[in-house]
């Protein structure tokens, strides 16, 4: 009784492990969207990551229909990897902003 309650219990484990990685997320790699989907601007002395015009687009559709509940799988790996990239160029900035004692006035041309 044991051994078959114990090959259950490992059978169970082995499909939830299974599911799981069926459904885990992939995502576009981040580094592959720098080249074309990163510029640096200048604003007060200092270089700063930002989006290219059409990445920060395709950003913001991403986004309206993540909040309609509308992505396909393989847009949903898209927001993930901009999502990604957006997090690591908003740390580097914020250490760019520090390291250079710079404070923003004017939050809208950022």
Not at 18 to 33: E, N
Not at 91 to 104: R, T
Request: some cysteine; glycine content about 2%.
């Amino acid at each position: 009784m044991i051994n078959y309650d114990r090959r259950l219990i490992e059978a169970q484990y082995n499909q939830r492990l299974y599911q799981h990685a069926m459904t885990t997320q992939l995502m576009v790699q981040p580094s592959s969207l720098i080249s074309s989907g990163i510029k640096m601007s200048e604003f007060a002395k200092i270089y700063l990551f930002k989006f290219t015009d059409e990445l920060q687009s395709r950003f913001e559709e991403l986004l309206e229909k993540k909040k309609a509940d509308a992505l396909t799988p393989e847009e949903e790996a898209e927001y993930i990897g901009i999502s990604e990239l957006e997090r690591i160029f908003t740390l580097i900035n914020a250490q760019l902003a520090a390291k250079s004692k710079w404070c923003p006035n004017k939050l809208e041309n950022l």
